[in-house]
């Protein structure tokens, strides 16, 4: 079966890099006009630049995802340029690990308001729209960590269940109007946020992982795709683990 996207325009936060970037190049791939953003005018600026080179459709909108005042800008330009935003990829994400006891304000409040905030005010600022046009999919980059729990990121990990409640709770409020809500859960994927680890985090968690190695940004891409196709209009409220088979 072909996945179809007919006539749609989409939004991924945090396509600057990493897994954001790769579902940007998807999604353009398949025809769609991509609305790529991040914090730094430069990293989204060059995904778009090499989207629209390589022949498909794409601009770029830098904003601070974080900063609900520069969501609410975001949102009032790209409804200026566009009837409506058919495709949003909550993507945008950081990390500020620590353990409880030695965890900042700021680290807590900085994990909450980019992670999980940020999709609150960015989906509010673009509903209304994708609910007149009686279409919509909304993407919501969670993690593994926000099913699971992980040492060292109460933070993030509470940012990421967050989502997943706001996920199921506004698939119930918007289905009637054709519009589904998902979450994927990544487990560890090669990018930026984990190069960071140490290798022996790294060590420590591979040999745990079912398939015995760490996710590729293509991996996570290939799902929210196919959330994004037409044809996967009968699913949800529903959070798809990929995670080469980890779930502790
Ligand atoms: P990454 O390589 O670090 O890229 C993060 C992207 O988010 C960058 O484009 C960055 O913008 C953008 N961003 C960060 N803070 C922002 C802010 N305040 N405003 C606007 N944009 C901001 O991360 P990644 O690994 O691709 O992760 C993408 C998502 O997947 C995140 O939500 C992450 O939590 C989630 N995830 C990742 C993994 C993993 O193993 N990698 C696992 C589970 C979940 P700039 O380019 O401007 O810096």
Redesign the pocket.
């Known amino acids: 079966m072909e996945l179809t996207y007919t006539n749609k325009t989409a939004l991924v936060?945090?396509?600057?890099?990493?897994?954001?970037r790769e579902i940007a190049m998807g999604l353009a791939k398949a025809g769609c006009t991509v609305i790529c953003?991040?914090?730094?005018p430069s990293?989204?600026g060059a995904v778009a630049d090499e989207i629209n080179a390589s022949g498909g459709k794409a601009l770029s909108i830098p904003?601070?995802?974080?900063k609900p005042e520069e969501i609410r800008a975001a949102c009032v330009e790209m409804l200026k340029q566009f009837d409506s935003i058919d495709i949003l990829v909550n993507?945008?994400?950081?990390t500020r690990d620590n353990l409880m006891m030695r965890m900042s304000d700021d680290d807590w409040q900085s994990v909450i308001a980019?992670?999980l905030s940020s999709a609150f005010y960015l989906t509010r600022g673009l509903l209304r729209p994708m609910m007149g046009k009686r279409w919509g999919r909304i993407i919501n980059?969670s993690?593994?960590?926000g099913q699971a729990g992980n040492a060292g990121q109460v933070n993030y990990a509470a940012a990421k269940a967050g989502m997943i409640g706001l996920t199921k709770s506004l698939a119930k409020e918007v289905a009637s109007r054709n519009i589904t809500v998902n979450a994927v859960a990544?487990?560890?994927?090669e990018?930026?946020?984990?190069s960071v680890l140490p290798k022996t985090v790294v060590d420590a968690v591979v040999p745990l992982i079912p398939m015995k190695k760490m996710g590729k940004?293509q991996d996570i891409a290939a799902a929210c795709l196919f959330l994004a196709s037409d044809q996967a209009c009968y699913i949800t409220g529903q959070v798809i683990g990929v995670n080469g088979g980890l779930y502790m």
Do not use: K
């Open positions: 936060s945090g396509a600057g890099r990493g897994i954001g953003s991040s914090r730094n990293s989204c904003f601070d995802v974080s993507n945008a994400g950081i980019t992670n980059i993690s593994l960590t990544p487990g560890f994927i990018t930026d946020m984990t940004t």
